[in-house]
Structures are given as C-alpha cells and as structure tokens.
Nanobody, 126 residues
Framework: QVQLVESGGGSVQPGGSLRLSCAAS????????MGWFRQAPGKEREFVAA????????DSADSVKGRFTISRDNGKNTAYLQMNSLKPEDTAVYYCAADSTIIRSSWALQRQYDFWGQGTQVTVSS
C-alpha cells in the first residue's frame, strides 16, 4: 500500500511555470508506474502524463506535449510534473496516481490506478 501526497500547486500567470511533486511512502516506489491526472471545474478527470517504473519511458496527453514534462527520482520516492508555458485552460486540480501492475497501453486510464493523492490546485490566470 502506497500513500501519495502532491505539492507545488498555486496560482501563476499565463506563460508561467510550476513544478508539482508527488511524494510516495509506504511502498517500494520503483515498483509503481506513476501518472498525473487533472480535473477542471465541471469536467471529467483527464490524463496528463505517466512514467514507467525506471523512468525510461513516458507518455503525455497531446494538450500538454512540449509544455509539461514528467519525471521521477526513485531515490527520493518522488515523481514530478514540470509545467511550462501554462495556459488558463491548464487550471485544474492535479492528482498523482500509482499502480504496480498497469501496462503501458492503459497508462491513460484512471480506473487502472489503485492509489491516488489528494490533489493540488493549479490556477492559471492574469
């Protein structure tokens, strides 16, 4: 059983940057695929990015490609989401998720993740 805690959210102007962190405890971090999802007001939660157990492979949604980068540090039991060139439409609650058995073709499917953090708010506004 792994516990996840997100941090790093906040308010930023369009074009700005934020780095989200997801700290894991209670499990062997390197066993888990890590994902980031987000949910904007009135919308369904959607996939943002995911990273393999070793960090060697990543996937991301088309809406964030070239702007957001997912990474992980297995020595620190932490996953990151570097967000650059932020837009107002990136405003959402961002969640990290973990799963130890998920396969790559399912990385974007939130129902495949067993463990979730509580979320961190990101607001992009001028």
């Amino acid at each position: 059983q792994v516990q996840l805690v997100e941090s790093g959210g906040g308010s930023v102007q369009p074009g700005g940057s934020l780095r989200l962190s997801c700290a894991a405890s209670g499990g062997t971090f390197s066993r888990y695929v890590m994902g980031w999802f987000r949910q904007a007001p009135g919308k369904e939660r959607e996939f943002v990015a995911a990273i393999s157990r070793s960090g060697g492979n990543t996937d991301s949604a088309d809406s964030v490609k070239g702007r957001f980068t997912i990474s992980r540090d297995n020595g620190k039991n932490t996953a990151y989401l570097q967000m650059n060139s932020l837009k107002p439409e990136d405003t959402a609650v961002y969640y990290c998720a973990a799963d130890s058995t998920i396969i790559r073709s399912s990385w974007a499917l939130q129902r495949q993740y067993d463990f979730w953090g509580q979320g961190t708010q990101v607001t992009v506004s001028s």
